[in-house]
């Protein structure tokens, strides 16, 4: 009886012991998955800009406005492969320059995006007035340009699509995607404006 007995105890030490293993390697397994699965349902405050879904990759960001110059975005393309721009706006939340410029958009090379706007300007120029502005950019899909309005685009814009339907606004694995004041060379002011761009790159 008493050999009946160690037994039993035996094997109850032995099933609290592996009870103890399966607890030490699987801690809480309905909360693991909960905490996987349910908690993140939006990509809401993720910070990673860069994300590749079902073989697509996309870059998203939000770009402080540089108040160092009259170049307030100055972005060299960080997927570092031809890119489409897909979408491009910029804000400003405060009375910065106080001066009536117009805005610019475009691309150019790194050592050039200081230098005189010239006309493949995505834009024929945004009036930002004195105050507070915001300015969203929307493409063309001219496929040439001529002095008159659309569908053709002024002769001081980039015509936005080519004769197959393929976007104009590329920007290159080198390139700069800029906003610029104005089409002088870039310069400098007493004030700036406090705001942000958005930018949504896809790698082609």
Known sequence: ?????????????????????????????????????????????????????????????????NATSS????????????????????ESTNV???????????????????????????NAGFAMGTGE?????VPNTATTTDTLSPPVAPTNVLEGANGDGSSNYILGATEVLYAKIATSTAGTFVTYDAGACNVTLEKI
């Open 96 to 122: 910065g320059i106080a001066q009536a410029n117009n805005l610019f958009f475009g691309t150019t090379s790194l050592d050039s995006r200081y230098a005189t706007t010239t006309a493949n300007a995505w």
């Open 133 to 137: 502005w915001s300015y969203k950019f």
């Open 1 to 65: 009886m008493e050999n009946k007995n160690s037994k039993v105890w035996v094997a109850l030490i032995v099933i609290i012991a592996v009870i103890a293993t399966l607890g030490l390697f699987f801690p809480k397994g309905r909360e693991v998955v909960k905490d996987v699965f349910g908690a993140v349902s939006t990509l809401d405050g993720v910070s990673n800009p860069s994300i590749n879904i079902a073989g697509k990759r996309e870059w998203k960001e939000q770009i402080p406005l």
């Open 71 to 90: 170049m307030v975005l100055s972005l060299q393309n960080p997927l570092q492969a031809t890119s489409t721009v897909t979408y491009l706006s910029c």
